[in-house]
């Protein structure tokens, strides 16, 4: 039995007097990819920063592999495994790929700033380490031949790649990815589809954010579905595909109307 590795229990918030996210719950199991789908304003992303402790939840709780995290900032749960990517890349333009991949392995260093200042040798083996560990992560999303290249001349999709490699380097037990395939053309989508499920199956719980519908049925184990901030259906692909209320909700018509 795959163990739960992220427990969402009754979150919710409000803006103002807008519930953006209602009572949401849901799990995701380790070495499972869960996507959470919905029109345009469903609250996705709302419920994305709450879990990564952008937002404070106003109601509900979230666990960590067994651990109560709620309220815990990013850079806590970070340590405790949680990694994530933006909608808008946050990619160093004028940094080579490489350099944007070490950056990932800044949370895990725990030398001081005068040992590194003082190029010391433990901060210079903290160095290799990293940049050995940046070259590996390279090499798993298909960027290794760009290592040296500034990364503002990549493709989009590399980029998005390039994103997902700094991720990695926080050795995370669960990536959440909000829309990583967007902007891409077919053959990017492709790539970073393979990549998805290539981390999924070495063990790493994956909560997936994405408008692609053709991508998420294709790569899904499990699919929870938001409307106006709740929860209105969840299960695998096939059964979340043929449910009236997830029709109605995108097509904007009566479940029964929609099948037709």
Known sequence: MTATLLSVEGLGISFGGLKAVNDVSFSVPSGQIV??????????????????????????????????????SPHLLAQRGLSRTF?????????????NAVAGYHLQERGSVLADLLALPGSRRRARQSEEGARHL???VGLERSADTEAGNLSYGALKRLEIAR????????????????????VETEEIDHLIAEVAA???AILLVEHDMKMVMRISNHIVVLDHGEKIAEGDPATVSRNPAVIAAYLGTGGADAQR
């Not at 919905?38 to 709780?61: C, E, H, W």
């Not at 909608?87 to 350099?99: A, D, G, P, R, Y």
């Not at 050795?171 to 395939?181: H, Q, R, S, Y």
Request: charged fraction near 15%.
């Open 35 to 72: 996507s959470l789908i919905g029109p345009n304003g469903a609250g996705k992303t709302t419920l994305f920063n709450m879990i990564s402790g952008i937002y404070p939840s106003a109601t509900g709780s979230v666990a960590l592999d067994g651990e109560r995290v709620t309220g815990l």
């Open 202 to 204: 070495s063990g790493v």
């Open 87 to 99: 909608q808008n890349l946050q990619i160093f333009q004028s940094m080579t790929v490489l350099e």
């Open 167 to 186: 991720a990695l380097a926080l050795d995370p037990k669960i990536l959440l990815l909000d829309e990583p395939a967007a902007g891409c053309n077919a």
């Open 138 to 140: 390279l090499a798993r």
